[in-house]
Nanobody, 115 residues
Framework: QVQLVESGGGLVQAGGSLRLSCAASGIIFAFSAMGWYRQAPGKQRDLVARITTSGGTNYADSVKGRFTISRDNAKNMVYLQMNSLKPEDTAVYYC?????????WGRGTQVTVSS
Protein backbone atom coordinates (compact mmCIF):
# COMPACT_ATOMS: atom_id res chain seq x y z
CA GLN A 1 0.00 0.00 0.00
CA VAL A 2 1.40 3.36 -1.03
CA GLN A 3 1.47 6.08 1.59
CA LEU A 4 2.65 9.66 1.33
CA VAL A 5 2.53 11.49 4.65
CA GLU A 6 3.17 15.22 4.76
CA SER A 7 4.27 17.18 7.80
CA GLY A 8 5.68 20.58 8.68
CA GLY A 9 2.80 22.84 7.80
CA GLY A 10 1.55 25.55 10.10
CA LEU A 11 0.97 29.25 10.64
CA VAL A 12 3.80 31.65 9.87
CA GLN A 13 4.13 35.38 9.37
CA ALA A 14 4.93 36.84 5.99
CA GLY A 15 8.65 36.71 5.36
CA GLY A 16 9.05 33.60 7.47
CA SER A 17 10.09 30.08 6.56
CA LEU A 18 8.72 26.56 6.79
CA ARG A 19 10.07 23.20 5.79
CA LEU A 20 7.62 20.59 4.58
CA SER A 21 8.47 16.91 4.68
CA CYS A 22 6.90 13.95 2.91
CA ALA A 23 7.53 10.39 4.05
CA ALA A 24 6.92 7.83 1.31
CA SER A 25 6.30 4.11 1.65
CA GLY A 26 5.07 1.37 -0.65
CA ILE A 27 6.89 2.74 -3.71
CA ILE A 28 10.38 2.24 -5.09
CA PHE A 29 11.32 5.72 -4.01
CA ALA A 30 14.60 6.05 -5.88
CA PHE A 31 12.77 5.39 -9.15
CA SER A 32 9.87 7.72 -8.41
CA ALA A 33 9.56 11.32 -9.48
CA MET A 34 8.33 13.42 -6.57
CA GLY A 35 6.56 16.73 -6.35
CA TRP A 36 4.71 19.25 -4.25
CA TYR A 37 1.42 20.78 -5.29
CA ARG A 38 -0.81 23.27 -3.52
CA GLN A 39 -4.46 24.16 -3.53
CA ALA A 40 -5.92 27.35 -2.14
CA PRO A 41 -9.64 27.59 -1.28
CA GLY A 42 -11.74 27.84 -4.41
CA LYS A 43 -8.77 27.28 -6.71
CA GLN A 44 -7.35 24.35 -8.63
CA ARG A 45 -4.44 22.29 -7.44
CA ASP A 46 -1.23 23.62 -8.98
CA LEU A 47 2.32 22.37 -9.22
CA VAL A 48 4.76 24.04 -6.85
CA ALA A 49 7.93 22.05 -7.47
CA ARG A 50 9.04 18.65 -8.64
CA ILE A 51 12.22 16.62 -8.59
CA THR A 52 13.16 13.80 -10.93
CA THR A 53 14.83 10.53 -10.03
CA SER A 54 18.16 12.03 -11.05
CA GLY A 55 17.65 15.17 -8.99
CA GLY A 56 16.55 17.55 -11.70
CA THR A 57 14.13 20.18 -10.45
CA ASN A 58 11.61 22.64 -11.74
CA TYR A 59 9.46 25.22 -10.01
CA ALA A 60 6.38 27.31 -10.51
CA ASP A 61 7.36 30.85 -11.48
CA SER A 62 5.67 32.18 -8.35
CA VAL A 63 8.06 30.32 -6.04
CA LYS A 64 11.34 30.42 -7.95
CA GLY A 65 14.15 31.73 -5.79
CA ARG A 66 12.14 31.23 -2.60
CA PHE A 67 11.36 27.49 -2.46
CA THR A 68 13.72 24.54 -2.77
CA ILE A 69 12.72 20.93 -3.30
CA SER A 70 15.07 18.12 -2.31
CA ARG A 71 14.99 14.39 -1.77
CA ASP A 72 16.76 11.82 0.39
CA ASN A 73 16.57 8.44 -1.30
CA ALA A 74 18.10 6.69 1.72
CA LYS A 75 15.22 7.88 3.91
CA ASN A 76 12.41 7.85 1.30
CA MET A 77 11.81 11.52 2.03
CA VAL A 78 11.15 14.60 -0.04
CA TYR A 79 11.32 18.12 1.34
CA LEU A 80 10.16 21.57 0.42
CA GLN A 81 12.07 24.44 2.01
CA MET A 82 9.94 27.56 1.79
CA ASN A 83 11.53 30.93 2.48
CA SER A 84 10.26 34.50 2.20
CA LEU A 85 6.71 33.26 2.51
CA LYS A 86 3.90 35.46 1.29
CA PRO A 87 0.18 35.47 2.17
CA GLU A 88 -0.53 34.20 -1.35
CA ASP A 89 1.40 31.03 -0.49
CA THR A 90 -1.44 30.06 1.86
CA ALA A 91 -2.82 26.71 0.73
CA VAL A 92 -2.96 23.03 1.44
CA TYR A 93 0.28 21.49 0.21
CA TYR A 94 0.22 17.96 -1.21
CA CYS A 95 3.01 15.51 -1.80
CA UNK A 96 2.86 13.66 -5.13
CA UNK A 97 4.71 10.64 -6.46
CA UNK A 98 4.89 8.98 -9.87
CA UNK A 99 6.32 5.51 -10.34
CA UNK A 100 6.06 3.00 -13.18
CA UNK A 101 2.62 1.88 -12.00
CA UNK A 102 0.66 5.02 -11.21
CA UNK A 103 0.73 8.33 -9.41
CA UNK A 104 -0.14 8.93 -5.78
CA TRP A 105 -1.15 11.77 -3.46
CA GLY A 106 -0.75 12.50 0.20
CA ARG A 107 -3.54 13.98 2.29
CA GLY A 108 -1.97 17.40 2.49
CA THR A 109 -0.70 19.79 5.10
CA GLN A 110 -2.03 23.29 5.67
CA VAL A 111 0.27 26.27 5.29
CA THR A 112 -1.09 29.63 6.38
CA VAL A 113 0.90 32.83 5.94
CA SER A 114 -0.36 35.85 7.82
CA SER A 115 0.29 39.40 6.64
Amino acid sequence: QVQLVESGGGLVQAGGSLRLSCAASGIIFAFSAMGWYRQAPGKQRDLVARITTSGGTNYADSVKGRFTISRDNAKNMVYLQMNSLKPEDTAVYYCHAIDFRSDYWGRGTQVTVSS
